[in-house]
């Protein structure tokens, strides 16, 4: 089984240039998350779309950050303009199905866009 | 809401001795439990997870897990790690009723010959 895909691996721009990143999750699964992991910090949760609709976008600074997917398969997350502390792994995560009502379902990670802002 | 505190953020080892590393948890709501294990350039990979049920947990790669609802600690253990096991690995909770998942800061274990 095909794990999850992430591309680009590594991306360096100057800041206040914009960025898309692109995620092609794992076959049938429909919740896909976004989640940017500042170096020596644990992943943060950016954005969790259940099929093609938002589920959780609280963290999410939506002044620069959009994200889509459509047709509930593919999703791209974009920055722009990007600031310095941009400077992070973005990863993606996929799942069968979002957790709770006492079930959870394991996210499956890509291996993330490292990117860096000069 | 819920928060993970990862109690060493370095943990250097000998190959074949044992190792714990230590996770606390704060919520108000029930919750499920995670380690994750990330290698260099790779995503995270689930090592083990604690859903309900028996509170000593195994998981891939010889490790295990014990839950302490009183003490809301989730500690991950080793009893003899090997040089493939140098990585960083990270604690994370989620409420029973369906939160986002929340990490800690991560632990990078090292284990040297």
């Known amino acids: 089984e095909a794990g999850v895909a992430q591309s680009p691996r590594y991306k360096i721009i100057e800041k206040r240039q914009s960025v898309a990143f692109w995620c092609n999750p794992i076959?049938?699964?429909?919740?896909l998350y976004w989640y940017q992991q500042i170096l020596g910090q644990g992943p943060k949760l950016l954005i969790q779309?259940?099929?093609?609709?938002?589920?959780?976008d609280s963290q999410l600074p939506k002044d620069r950050f959009s994200a889509e997917r459509l047709k509930g398969v593919d999703s791209t997350l974009k920055i722009q303009p990007a600031k310095l502390e941009d400077s992070a792994v973005y990863l993606c995560?996929?799942?069968?199905?979002?957790?709770?009502?006492?079930?959870?379902?394991?996210?499956?990670f890509g291996p993330g866009t490292r990117l860096t802002v000069t | 809401a819920q928060s993970v505190t990862q109690l060493d953020s370095q943990v250097p080892v000998f190959e074949e001795a044992p190792v714990e590393l230590r996770c606390n948890y704060s919520?108000?709501?029930?919750?499920?439990l995670f380690w994750y294990v990330q290698y260099p350039n790779q995503g995270l990979q689930l090592l083990l997870k604690y859903l309900s049920g028996s509170t000593l947990v195994k998981g891939i790669n010889g490790f295990e897990a014990e839950f302490n609802k009183s003490q809301t600690s989730f500690h991950l253990r080793k009893p003899s790690v090997h040089i493939s096991d140098t990585a960083e690995y990270f604690c994370a909770v989620e409420s029973t009723s369906g939160s986002r998942l929340t990490f800690g800061e991560g632990t990078q274990l090292t284990v040297n010959p």
């Open positions: 779309f259940q099929n093609n609709g938002v589920v959780d």
């Open positions: 919520s108000s709501v029930s919750v499920y």
């Open positions: 076959s049938g699964h429909a919740t």
């Open positions: 995560a996929s799942s069968l199905g979002p957790s709770g009502s006492g079930s959870s379902y394991e996210q499956y």
